[in-house]
């Protein structure tokens, strides 16, 4: 017998947690569980918990690779839309296995989750997890509906709900009008028709304001929404947030200068799409062997490593000459910057060349 400890985390914004049942399927490398419910004592997914679970298998099923959440109607209750961030797993071995949701679950359904470690198709060597890829693309291609309006243009997303405005001045196009020989803008009213993962809800907004509220009180309080004055050091700005720490806030706080946590931002920051593999270094950054050798470590060149391709470049020149505006009565400027990281052998993207402008 093997005893699995399942936590499930619900979602922090209002009307997260659920009353429906739910239930957990495990499949790993050498078996299957059973469809098991998630039940104990009191109240189970609600906003914000993080609920502990044992799920118990007859056999050890080897390395978890897929879970499958059940979402199912409980006694007479009407049905109600669940938040799931994550699913969490300790196996008998003791290793852990993470699964991220991070979206609604509307209906009655189940959802198939990942474990989270990160994968090419090519990378992708069992049945089970192919299929699973496959599956999610077919998924969303019934759910979008996506549409050629012109080989070569973009695609729209159709809803067959959707009638194109009625147009109140014909010689003057609205902002979600047609425009004839362009695809359709999708109407704000047809967001109803949308899945909750997709439509910025009543729920979201007024979840974002009972945040937002306390600490802009907080800031008038204390002077800070009306201050002008420059910071004179860095420490002072952790003063702002003295009653909304958290641990990742405070290890940002401890990490932030560290070149492996700059190199980490890359990866996990909001546009990591922004990083290429760089195989020439562009005559516009002319970084030299000698400059960024002490990075690099021993037995290796600048030229050896761009030919294994561990060298990144982020490349900023979008930013290019756009305009500033006028803070406090002065000007302001931006950098249009170009850096350079390596991949080393421990893991790690690091920095090794910055330089903050284009030429």
Known sequence: M????????TGTDLLSGTMDSISLTIVGTQGES???????????FATGAVDEYTVRCEQDLGELIIIRLHKERYSFLPKNSWYCNYVQIGAPDGRVYHFPAYQWMDGYETLALREATGKTTAEDTLPILLEHRQEEIRAKQDFYHWRVFVPGLPNYVHIPSYRPPVRRNPNRPEWNGYIPGFPIL???KATKFLNSNLRF?????????????????????????????SWKRLKDIKKIFPANKS??????????????????QYLNGINPGLL??????????????????PFLGEGTCLQAELEKGNIYLADYRILEGIPTI??????QHHCAPLCLLH????????????QLSQT
């Open 186 to 188: 999708i109407n704000i």
């Open 343 to 354: 991949f080393g052998s421990e893991g790690n993207m690091m920095p090794i060349a910055i």
């Open 326 to 331: 006028e803070l406090n009565g002065r000007k």
């Open 247 to 264: 641990f990742i806030s405070e290890y940002v706080a401890a990490h932030w200068t560290e070149d492996s946590f700059f190199g980490y």
């Open 34 to 44: 059973h469809k098991q419910l998630l039940n104990h004592f009191g109240r189970d």
């Open 276 to 293: 290429r593999r760089c195989t020439q270094i562009p005559d516009k950054f002319p970084v030299t062997d000698d400059m960024v050798a």
């Open 2 to 9: 093997a005893a699995y400890k399942v936590k499930v985390a």
């Open 201 to 229: 809800s009543f729920v979201k907004t007024a979840s974002f304001f009972f945040r937002l509220g306390p600490m802009a009180l907080g800031f008038k309080l204390r002077g800070l929404v009306d201050c002008k004055q």
